[in-house]
């Protein structure tokens, strides 16, 4: 179900342009009044179209040397909730998803350094059920995040 319209799509492409534009710079760019802008805007969040606003961060502002991509592989036939549960919850998960294929779970997780990756591994492997734990580690890269209650920046 589609409840957007041009104007509903106009509204979207300014804020795409810069999320932080006022809603009266809005309404003044696109000849309505800032009351429906508002009202809009309501409309779309509340449907889903466009997200809770939230502050990104930079990955290396706050103190992330690197990404790790963690493929999981759980014991057969187990379900995987309580497993993706206890992941969710380790501190700067960014991601964590059930998979199809070779593996059964997927788990990404900012890292200040190594030493921190050889913990969030180990603290992975412990987990019932998770027979093996596989890494792809990526550096030198700087990621926007968003904020969220797991991610625990440090800045300099």
């Known amino acids: 179900m589609n409840d957007m319209d041009n104007l509903d799509s106009q509204i979207i492409a300014a804020l795409r342009k810069d999320a932080k534009m006022p809603f009266n710079k809005i309404a003044q760019l696109l000849g309505v009044g800032t009351d429906t802008v508002f009202r809009r805007f309501k409309k779309l969040h509340a449907l889903g179209i466009i997200g809770t606003p939230t502050i990104i961060l930079g990955s290396q502002e706050c103190g992330f040397e690197g990404m790790v991509d963690f493929l999981i592989k759980m014991k057969l036939g187990v379900d995987a909730t309580r497993a993706i549960s206890e992941i969710s919850h ?67």
């Open 90 to 156: 380790l501190e700067n998960v960014y991601l964590t998803a059930q998979t199809m294929g070779d593996h059964d779970l997927y788990c990404s997780i900012f890292i200040r350094n190594l030493r921190e990756m050889v913990e969030k591994y180990e603290e992975i492997k412990k987990i019932n059920d998770i027979i093996s734990v596989e890494t792809i580690i990526y550096v030198a890269r700087n990621w926007t995040i968003p904020v969220s209650p797991n991610l625990n920046p440090t800045f300099s």
